[in-house]
Structures are given as C-alpha cells and as structure tokens.
C-alpha cells in the first residue's frame, strides 16, 4: 500500500487514509433571515460527493461562530442550533461512507462583509447586506475596505465564548475534528501578524502577546471539545511581506499550539495583507509544514498546489507532512482519491457498489 492510503490515527479516530479534503467556503447559504447560514441541498451535494470520492477526512468549510464572523452574507454558520441540526445531514453521510467529518470553525475578523468571490469579492456595505467588520486594531484590509472596529477587552471575551459555543455545536452536529481557523488573514490571524495588530496591550506588540487572543480561543475550544477527538489549527505559516509573521513565529506557535491540545497544524501562507510576492509552485508551501513537523513532533497536513498522485505520495512518504489536504483538486475532480489510488497501485477506497460493479 502506498504511504497516502495508509490509515492515519489522532486520539482515538483513525482517519482511513491521507488524502483530505481542505476546507473551501461556497458562498451560497441564505444570507439572511431564519435560515441564514444553514447548509442546504448545494452543501449536502458537494461534500456527499467527496466522500464518494474517497476522501478520508473533508474539513467542511470556514463556519462563522457568529454573524458577523462571516466573509460574506452566503458563509455557513454555526452560531444557532437550527444550523447545526441541518449539518447533521451531511456528517451522518460522511460517516456512513467511511470517511471523517471535521469542520472549520472562523471568523472572519477585518475581511468580513464582502461579496462572493465570483463576483469582485468588493466590501459591502449597510444597504448592500453588509456590517462592519471587527478586527484586533482599527487598520482597514486594503484600500477601500472599511476601518474595522477595534475590538475591546468585553468583546473578546465574547468572541472566545462564541468559538467553545461553536465547538459544542459542532459536536452535536456529529463532527469527529474541529478545526480553529488562524490563517488566511483572518481574525486569529490578524491578532498574530503585526501588520494587522497595532494593539498596545496585551494582546499586542510581542510576540507572546500576539498569540495571546488564539491561544485563549484554542483553550476555550478544547475544553469542551472531547478528550478522545482531535482538534486542528489552521495557520498562516509566513505572510511574505517584511515586518509580517514568519516561518520562525509559526514553529514557535506550533509548540505551544501542542501544549494546548492541539494535535495537527494545518499550514498554509499568506492572506493577511495584499501586495506579498508569492512563488507560487506545485507543493510550494510544502516545506513549511515539514519544518513545523521536523522541529515539534507535531503532526501537520500540507497544503498548495498538489495536484499528483506520486507527488502526494511522495510527500507522506518523505515524512514532510502526515497528510495533504487538497483544495482545488478535489473540486476539479471529487473523484481524485480513487484515480490516485488506481495510479500507485492501490486498491480503491471504499468504492460504492452502485460504482464498483462499473470497473
């Protein structure tokens, strides 16, 4: 059997193999009303599909903890119940097909209100649908975006309980991993990098102050979290801008990451701020997961730009990740995992039989 569909355990789940799905928003729940934020039949579609696909673990997408948390008016949501009782029909059918259900818990912080990305992604306004978002300092996310509003010590506090209320209702909704979202310049994310937070207490400044607000967040979630079930981190390994978080900041967060109940960090780069020069490249940010793993023990899931069975393999392999999770791939072709497994030699995963007999 190849290294990528060797089983994979954290806690007490086993994760049938190492292909994963990353989390993708679809911007299409109802924006407003009683049944905003809740999964339809869009949801149901897309994930059921990957996990016909043979995927091992889908990490459903950026879930906003609050309204205002959301990236755009269409983001999942799972700050009521009636939300999470409709993502119990999508991880009643992950389950039944053998694969993991895990989800991604966020907020977007400054890079709220906007459109869908099909359509400009522009900021949104009151008349438009939109809000105004919040942030760790009063600093806009680009020209044109709106200032943030800062947020005080009380709102905080709220936030932090709006991640642990998530996370139980996440667990009712019948979620085996949750994920805490600190990448991808958002929230969390702002509060680690110093272009995003110009803060002067002590959630700023130094870096034991930045990782302050995330670590908070991430004890507040495994505390209520089951001991038995893992809990991820997203992170932002560099923001490729001068003066932002780096490679170092992140190995350094990782260890303490672990300390805190986390049991793998999902590392991806960039998104706090326009304008970073990106050598984009098939797996090329790779070696930031590797180093992570090399010098923590932690275990990590890559992510960029891979598209190939051999190079998956490869990677799992090599020990430069446990897993990979891929993004676009998987909504190109939902059926990747069963190609690749065909081309390294290795029996399909969990082929339906209404499919099998087709072979």
């Given at each position: 059997m190849s290294a990528l569909f060797e089983p994979f355990s954290l806690r007490?789940?086993?994760?049938?193999?190492?292909?994963?799905?990353?989390?993708?928003?679809?911007?299409?729940?109802?924006?407003?009303?009683?049944?905003?934020?809740?999964?339809?039949?869009?949801?149901?579609?897309?994930y059921a599909a990957r996990a016909v696909g043979g995927a091992g673990l889908v990490l459903v997408e950026a879930t906003a903890v609050s309204p205002e948390g959301r990236i755009t008016p269409g983001d999942l949501g799972i700050w009521n119940d009636r939300q999470a009782a409709a993502l119990r029909r999508i991880t009643g059918f992950l389950k039944e097909r053998g694969t993991t259900a895990g989800i991604q818990l966020a907020h977007a912080g400054r890079k709220a209100s906007t459109d869908a990305p099909w359509r400009g992604g522009a900021p949104l306004g009151a008349g438009q649908g939109g809000w105004r978002p919040l942030a760790p300092s009063g600093v806009p996310f680009a020209e044109g975006h709106p200032v943030p509003r800062e947020l005080s010590e009380e709102r905080l506090e709220e936030v932090v309980g709006q991640f642990a209320d998530a996370a139980r209702r996440a667990l009712a909704a019948g979620f085996q991993v949750a994920e805490v979202h600190g990448a991808h310049g958002y929230l969390l994310h702002e509060f680690l990098s110093p272009l995003a937070n110009r803060r002067t207490d002590a959630y700023g400044g130094s870096f034991e102050n930045r990782v302050r607000f995330p670590l908070r967040v991430v004890a507040a979630v495994r505390e209520v979290w089951p001991g038995e079930l893992p809990l991820f981190f997203r992170v932002s390994a560099t923001d490729w801008l001068a003066d932002g978080w780096n490679a170092d900041e992140t190995v350094r967060l990782a260890a303490l990451l672990r300390e805190h109940g986390v049991d793998l960090l999902d590392v991806s780069t960039g998104g706090v701020a326009p304008g970073a020069r990106i050598p984009v490249g098939p797996g090329y940010q790779v070696p930031f997961a590797a180093r992570v793993r090399a010098e923590t023990g932690l275990p990590v899931a890559a992510v960029g730009l891979v598209t190939e069975p051999e190079q998956a393999d490869k990677i799992v392999a090599n020990g430069e990740a446990d897993a990979v999770l891929l993004g676009r791939e998987l909504l190109r072709d939902p059926y990747w995992p069963h190609r690749a497994a065909r081309t390294l030699g290795t029996a399909p995963a969990r082929l339906p039989d209404q499919y099998a007999w087709a072979l």
């Amino acid at each position: 059997m190849s290294a990528l569909f060797e089983p994979f355990s954290l806690r007490s789940l086993t994760v049938p193999n190492r292909v994963w799905m990353s989390p993708m928003c679809q911007y299409c729940a109802e924006p407003t009303g009683p049944e905003a934020g809740t999964a339809g039949d869009w949801h149901f579609a897309h994930y059921a599909a990957r996990a016909v696909g043979g995927a091992g673990l889908v990490l459903v997408e950026a879930t906003a903890v609050s309204p205002e948390g959301r990236i755009t008016p269409g983001d999942l949501g799972i700050w009521n119940d009636r939300q999470a009782a409709a993502l119990r029909r999508i991880t009643g059918f992950l389950k039944e097909r053998g694969t993991t259900a895990g989800i991604q818990l966020a907020h977007a912080g400054r890079k709220a209100s906007t459109d869908a990305p099909w359509r400009g992604g522009a900021p949104l306004g009151a008349g438009q649908g939109g809000w105004r978002p919040l942030a760790p300092s009063g600093v806009p996310f680009a020209e044109g975006h709106p200032v943030p509003r800062e947020l005080s010590e009380e709102r905080l506090e709220e936030v932090v309980g709006q991640f642990a209320d998530a996370a139980r209702r996440a667990l009712a909704a019948g979620f085996q991993v949750a994920e805490v979202h600190g990448a991808h310049g958002y929230l969390l994310h702002e509060f680690l990098s110093p272009l995003a937070n110009r803060r002067t207490d002590a959630y700023g400044g130094s870096f034991e102050n930045r990782v302050r607000f995330p670590l908070r967040v991430v004890a507040a979630v495994r505390e209520v979290w089951p001991g038995e079930l893992p809990l991820f981190f997203r992170v932002s390994a560099t923001d490729w801008l001068a003066d932002g978080w780096n490679a170092d900041e992140t190995v350094r967060l990782a260890a303490l990451l672990r300390e805190h109940g986390v049991d793998l960090l999902d590392v991806s780069t960039g998104g706090v701020a326009p304008g970073a020069r990106i050598p984009v490249g098939p797996g090329y940010q790779v070696p930031f997961a590797a180093r992570v793993r090399a010098e923590t023990g932690l275990p990590v899931a890559a992510v960029g730009l891979v598209t190939e069975p051999e190079q998956a393999d490869k990677i799992v392999a090599n020990g430069e990740a446990d897993a990979v999770l891929l993004g676009r791939e998987l909504l190109r072709d939902p059926y990747w995992p069963h190609r690749a497994a065909r081309t390294l030699g290795t029996a399909p995963a969990r082929l339906p039989d209404q499919y099998a007999w087709a072979l």
